[in-house]
């Protein structure tokens, strides 16, 4: 895995797939499977963006 070629330490920290991605992510963590969570959501990244602008539209209207 690139994360653990980067000095990482899987066995040390959660990881959290968001996304399309996610599933093809579900599919081949391996032995990293117990401590890594999946929202499969395939409008997740969109949903995150909408809730953004949200924000920063309410503190500019505000």
């Known amino acids: 895995m690139e994360l653990g070629e980067r000095g990482y330490g899987l066995d040390y920290i959660n990881l959290i797939y968001v996304g399309g991605g996610a599933l093809t992510a579900r599919d081949y963590a391996g032995k990293y499977r117990s401590h890594t969570a999946y929202d499969c959501d395939l409008c997740a990244n969109a ?13 500019q209207v505000g």
Do not use: P, R
């Not at 995150?48 to 503190?59: M, N, V």
């Open 47 to 59: 949903k995150g963006y909408e809730s953004l602008a949200g924000q920063i539209i309410g503190k």
